[in-house]
């Protein structure tokens, strides 16, 4: 059953008896289960928080992967693209990788739980084809890298005397037109992405708790 089916009538649904909307709420699917649940508190207590499990199987619906949503492992919640390293969304922690139950977005990884690691300083990453780096040296989290493996930011980088020379990634041109075709073409990828509309808050899957 499909979320706007419930939807159009979530008022109607919880004037049923609470047995047969216990029923009917089996019949959704995850997606459409968790957008009922925040509805009001009627749901929200008649229908369980998301595991990791059901996020993970959320996020290979049509529903999620249209809007570009994906699981972390560690928040238990459905975060927007962006919100993740690239190399989080492909290759192993894919939607069809072999391990995409390791995937964990950007502010788990900053700001890891005790006894988790995630990134470290030196740690450089891409994010919608952008670099990024947690400097080694002042742990800033920063778009401004200095070169690349350098694990360093772009001031960091600059006093700490590499003979690369001052300029960092962001601002070195790359040389060759096909170079700069990957590039547009990597925005435009970017820029095709789904937007988010504004009445998707990531925070309605804000219930779980892991450690419960
Ligand atoms: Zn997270
Ligand atoms: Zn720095
Ligand atoms: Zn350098």
Not at 58 to 66: G, N, P
Not at 90 to 102: A, C, D, Q, T, V
Not at 175 to 198: F, I, M, N, T, V
Request: charged share 30%.
């Amino acid at each position: 059953m499909a979320l706007t089916d419930a939807m159009t009538s979530p008022s109607r649904l919880s004037a049923l008896p609470v047995e047969l909307q216990k029923d009917i709420v089996e019949l959704l699917d995850i997606p459409s289960k968790l957008a009922l649940r925040i509805t009001n508190w009627q749901f929200s207590s008649l229908i369980k928080p998301p595991t990791h499990q059901d996020l993970l199987a959320a996020e290979r619906s049509a529903w999620a992967m249209t809007r570009r949503l994906f699981a972390c492992q560690d928040c238990i919640r459905l975060r927007p693209s962006r919100e993740f390293a690239d190399a989080m969304k492909k290759g192993p922690k894919g939607l069809n990788g072999k391990e995409p139950h390791k995937r964990f977005c950007i502010d788990c990884g900053l700001h890891p739980k005790p006894r988790t690691t995630r990134y470290s300083p030196g740690s450089e990453m891409e994010v919608m084809g952008r670099r990024y780096v947690i400097c080694k040296f002042c742990k800033m989290y920063t778009s401004e890298v200095g070169c690349v493996g350098s694990g360093l930011c772009g001031d960091c980088h600059a006093s700490c005397g590499c003979q690369c020379g001052p300029t960092s990634v962001s601002m070195a041109p790359r040389s060759g037109s096909s170079a700069k075709k990957r590039k547009r073409a990597r925005q435009r990828e970017y820029e095709d992405e789904w937007d988010l509309p504004e009445c998707y808050d990531e925070h309605f899957w804000e219930c779980y708790d892991p450690a419960d």
